[in-house]
């Protein structure tokens, strides 16, 4: 993590909320503001547990340390094992493709699933997370393979994952959201 964010700690969801009461847990998701998305906010205090628990997916915060030396989360993201079907109306640039290890139609791969910094948090903060979380996949990949990672994103965040290293591949079965991909 780079210099600017010594203050600053990633913990997986199920280490917290092993370590705190049960009481204090709802109020530190509850606190987690994301005005520009409310649904990930309704994601980490209803459902990130649940899938937690589920081995559906995890979820880490990034803890800030007040002055009064109370946790705050400054942001999260949620990673998962989600296979991508590959269809005729993909249209994935041939330098990933061949990268991808596709097979019959489907790809492996990783998830970024939710991906949300608080109100207030500085601009760019979204980039620093995006790289810890390919952290996480490029350490899965050494460990048993795979290194495609992928999202899917509305129209108004293409452009941002494309700053990002992402290349858009097609929309999603409903025609709403971009699948993205990066090779890890
Ligand atoms: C996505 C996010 C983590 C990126 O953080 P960041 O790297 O610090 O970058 P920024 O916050 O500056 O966002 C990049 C651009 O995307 C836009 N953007 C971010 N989230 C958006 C949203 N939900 N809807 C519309 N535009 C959004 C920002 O306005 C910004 O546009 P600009 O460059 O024209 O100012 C952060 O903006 C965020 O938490 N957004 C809300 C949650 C969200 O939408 N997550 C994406 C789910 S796919």
Redesign the pocket.
């Known amino acids: 993590m780079g210099a600017n964010y010594v203050d600053l700690v990633l913990r997986r969801l199920h280490d917290v909320a092993r370590e705190i009461d049960e009481d204090d847990l709802q109020p530190l998701l509850c606190s987690f503001k994301?005005s520009?998305?409310p649904a990930?906010e309704n994601f980490l205090r209803n459902v990130a547990l649940g899938h937690e628990k589920n081995d559906i997916s995890r979820t880490y915060l990034f803890l800030e340390k007040t002055n009064s030396d109370v946790n705050t989360i400054k942001?999260f993201f949620t990673v998962a094992v989600k296979c991508l079907a590959i269809g005729e109306h993909h249209c994935i640039p041939d330098g990933i493709s061949r990268q991808m290890n596709i097979d019959r139609g489907i790809a492996q791969s990783y998830l970024?699933g939710?991906?949300?910094?608080?109100d207030g948090?500085?601009?760019?903060?979204?980039?620093?997370?995006?790289s810890r979380a390919l952290g996480i996949f490029s350490k899965n990949n050494e460990m048993v393979g795979c290194r495609v990672a992928r999202?899917?994103?509305?129209d108004?965040?293409l452009?941002?994952?494309k700053s990002?290293g992402f290349a858009f591949i097609g929309k999603n079965q409903n025609g709403i959201l971009n699948q993205m991909v990066v090779i890890i």
């Open positions: 994301c520009m998305e990930s942001g970024l939710q991906l949300a910094k608080a948090a500085e601009k760019g903060f979204g980039r620093e997370m995006i999202l899917d994103c509305r108004d965040l452009e941002y994952y990002c």
